[in-house]
């Protein structure tokens, strides 16, 4: 059963038209986090919420944001999408931050950008 | 700052080869985890390593920890199809409290 849902699996809209992705959790996760990821590269953290906490990287975009109305949901806001954000974005999960813990991913929303 | 250096960045071989994949880093890391991912999908979870030197074994894969735990390295035993896919190192250094992913290594393996 699928841990870490994302949704939509793919999706389309238009430059500079806000849009709106989510991710769902059955794990009670305290930890959730954003990844922007382009075509055969790695995964790049945009922020993380380690519960209420929202944690930003330095080199994320303001065009970039995030919302965490509980422990289950979390969403990714991107206001004016560019070309250039077109990519796979991953969502994914940890009971908590430090040492070993495992980060569990879903399957991502791809977003095309017309 | 790429802190987690993954070598090949690309590698296509034949049914039943053998390869080896690196991670590298100048940091020390905790402990390190090994990732693979398919096209259209997430990454997931193949192993952690926590001790310096240390070898886990899964199936044909065998994943190493350096002694210094500033790298590893995966080695696939007589690859097949379905170990196609992007291999990704992470961990947390010793310093702070960021996730890094590596590099990345694409691998396809030719039937």
């Known amino acids: 059963d699928a841990m870490v849902i994302q949704n939509p699996r793919y999706q389309v809209t238009q430059f500079g038209k806000p849009v709106t992705l989510s991710c769902s959790q059955t794990?009670?996760?305290?930890?959730m986090y954003w990844y922007q990821q382009k075509s055969s590269q790695a995964p790049k953290l945009l922020f993380h919420?380690?519960?209420?906490?929202?944690?930003n990287e330095a080199d994320t975009p303001d065009n970039f944001q995030s919302r965490r109305p509980n422990t289950s949901f979390c969403f990714l806001d991107i206001r004016s999408p560019g070309l250039g954000d077109a990519a796979m974005y991953l969502c994914?999960?940890?009971?908590?931050?430090?040492?070993?813990?495992?980060?569990?991913f879903g399957d991502g929303t791809r977003l095309s950008i017309l | 700052t790429q802190l987690l250096e993954q070598s090949p960045q690309f590698l296509s071989i034949q049914e039943g080869e053998n390869l080896t994949v690196y991670c590298n880093s100048s940091s020390v890391f905790s402990s390190l985890q090994w990732y693979r991912q398919e096209p259209g999908e997430g990454p997931v979870l193949l192993v952690t390593?926590?001790?310096?030197?240390e070898v886990k074994k899964l199936k044909r894969l065998t994943f190493q920890f350096g002694d210094a735990r500033k790298d590893s390295s995966l080695h696939i035993t007589a690859a097949q199809p379905g170990d196609t896919g992007l291999y990704l190192c992470?961990?947390?250094?010793?310093?702070?409290?960021?996730?890094?992913f590596g590099t990345g290594t694409s691998l396809t393996v030719i039937p």
């Open positions: 994914a999960t940890s009971p908590d931050r430090g040492g070993n813990q495992p980060q569990h």
């Open positions: 992470a961990g947390r250094a010793n310093t702070g409290n960021q996730f890094y």
């Open positions: 919420y380690y519960d209420k906490d929202f944690n």
């Open positions: 794990l009670n996760h305290n930890v």
């Open positions: 390593v926590v001790t310096g030197g």
